[in-house]
């Protein structure tokens, strides 16, 4: 089976994990709170590793959810699309287009240090627009790797978010992610003193794809106001388990980076401190010593909150509330039900 508009097929061994490990998990309502919208025509020049994906829009996001999660409630959060060559106008347009008629979703605008306030702030008088999604791709150091969170969502975008008590999802960048010691010592002065009123999302689990970052963070990100996370794309269960033993889970909103970040087969398996993206359809990679079928990344990701859950004994309300009710709560939308 393959779900038209997107690049990734749903395989009969996806179906038998959903039905035989995550049906009985997984709430009968799901609020992914990272996702992304993707069109050609939104950029100005495509780079090679976007090139041979297909477009997505709201309704490829739902086919997918009907799918993914059968005979669930499925709504979501749209993060504007971080990619090189984005043109930021042509992507509002089309957002704007497709959140017409669409009162239970929002959207967190693509900003970049090129985009005047002036712009930021009357995009964000479009119904639905309640953020803004920086990513590390547009630092103005050019190193996406080590830049700090001032200089690809600069102070002056931030000024504007806190007056207007604006969300921001954040990818952080630096090696160590929410480790990070300037990451963590500015995330404190922006939550506790210069920013009070920004309500921050820290993308996949505080950029934490494997154990170490947000064991060590944790003592320090519980304590700032305002932080929230989503959980989306991490496979490795222990990120999961310190944030569902260690944080209010109240803070946790389920998120799957849908499509392309999520929709593979394969994952981002944990090697020590460090992680990667893999592939299996396109890696050289053999299974000799077993049955070969790798799953849905997303649902590598579900297993692993799943087994997550059942050893920090997570009760049933607080897993409908990492799936649904915390972020339908904090983003306003109580009435999506």
Same mark, same amino acid.
């Given at each position: 089976?393959v !779900?038209?508009k997107?690049?990734?097929?749903?395989?009969e &061994?996806?179906?038998q994990i959903?039905?035989?490990?995550?049906?009985a998990?997984? =709430?009968?309502?799901?609020?992914?709170?990272?996702?992304h919208?993707?069109?050609?025509?939104?950029?100005?020049?495509i780079?090679?590793?976007?090139?041979?994906?297909?477009?997505?829009?709201?309704?490829?996001?739902?086919?997918?959810g009907?799918?993914?999660?059968?005979?669930?409630?499925?709504?979501?959060?749209?993060? *504007?699309?971080?990619?090189?060559?984005?043109?930021?106008?042509? &992507?509002?347009?089309?957002?704007?287009a497709?959140?017409?008629?669409?009162?239970?979703?929002?959207?967190?605008?693509?900003v970049? =240090?090129k985009c005047?306030?002036?712009k930021i702030?009357?995009?964000?008088?479009?119904p639905?627009? !309640?953020?803004?999604?920086?990513y590390?791709?547009?630092?103005v150091?050019?190193?996406i790797?080590?830049?700090?969170?001032?200089?690809?969502? +600069?102070?002056e975008?931030?000024?504007?978010a806190?007056d207007?008590g604006?969300w921001?999802t954040m990818?952080?960048?630096?090696?160590?992610?929410?480790a990070?010691?300037?990451n963590?010592?500015?995330l404190?002065e922006?939550?506790?003193?210069?920013?009070?009123?920004?309500k921050?999302?820290?993308?996949?689990?505080a950029?934490?794809?494997?154990?170490?970052?947000?064991?060590?963070a944790?003592?320090?990100?519980?304590?700032?106001?305002? !932080?929230?996370?989503?959980?989306?794309?991490?496979?490795?269960?222990?990120?999961?388990?310190?944030?569902?033993?260690?944080?209010?889970?109240?803070?946790?909103?389920?998120g799957?980076?849908a499509v392309?970040?999520?929709?593979?087969? *394969?994952?981002?398996?944990a090697?020590?401190?460090a992680w990667?993206?893999?592939?299996t359809?396109?890696?050289?990679?053999?299974? =000799?010593?077993c049955?070969?079928?790798?799953? +849905?990344?997303?649902?590598e990701?579900?297993?692993s909150?799943?087994h997550a859950?059942?050893?920090?004994?997570l009760?049933?309300e607080?897993i409908?509330? !990492?799936?649904?009710?915390?972020?339908?709560?904090?983003?306003?939308l109580?009435s999506?039900?």
């Amino acid at each position: 089976m393959v !779900i038209e508009k997107t690049t990734i097929d749903y395989r009969e &061994h996806d179906r038998q994990i959903w039905e035989e490990e995550l049906d009985a998990f997984v =709430p009968d309502r799901v609020f992914d709170a990272h996702c992304h919208l993707f069109q050609k025509a939104d950029f100005d020049e495509i780079s090679e590793f976007a090139k041979g994906r297909k477009d997505v829009d709201i309704a490829a996001l739902r086919a997918w959810g009907a799918t993914l999660y059968p005979e669930r409630t499925h709504s979501f959060l749209l993060l *504007g699309t971080p990619l090189p060559g984005i043109n930021v106008d042509a &992507h509002v347009r089309t957002v704007t287009a497709q959140l017409r008629n669409e009162p239970h979703i929002r959207h967190f605008r693509v900003v970049t =240090p090129k985009c005047a306030l002036a712009k930021i702030e009357q995009d964000l008088k479009t119904p639905g627009f !309640i953020g803004l999604k920086p990513y590390r791709t547009f630092s103005v150091t050019g190193d996406i790797a080590q830049c700090r969170i001032h200089e690809f969502l +600069l102070h002056e975008q931030m000024e504007l978010a806190n007056d207007k008590g604006l969300w921001v999802t954040m990818h952080l960048s630096k090696y160590h992610g929410c480790a990070d010691a300037e990451n963590l010592a500015d995330l404190e002065e922006f939550t506790t003193k210069r920013y009070p009123n920004i309500k921050w999302i820290l993308a996949h689990c505080a950029r934490s794809f494997t154990y170490w970052p947000i064991r060590q963070a944790i003592e320090r990100l519980r304590d700032m106001p305002n !932080i929230h996370y989503d959980l989306s794309a991490v496979t490795d269960m222990r990120p999961h388990l310190t944030l569902f033993t260690k944080e209010d889970t109240r803070r946790l909103f389920y998120g799957s980076d849908a499509v392309a970040a999520a929709y593979f087969h *394969g994952g981002y398996p944990a090697l020590g401190r460090a992680w990667q993206y893999l592939v299996t359809d396109t890696s050289d990679i053999h299974f =000799p010593h077993c049955d070969g079928r790798p799953i +849905l990344s997303v649902y590598e990701q579900l297993l692993s909150m799943k087994h997550a859950a059942e050893i920090a004994e997570l009760s049933r309300e607080q897993i409908e509330g !990492i799936f649904w009710n915390n972020a339908t709560t904090a983003l306003g939308l109580q009435s999506a039900d």
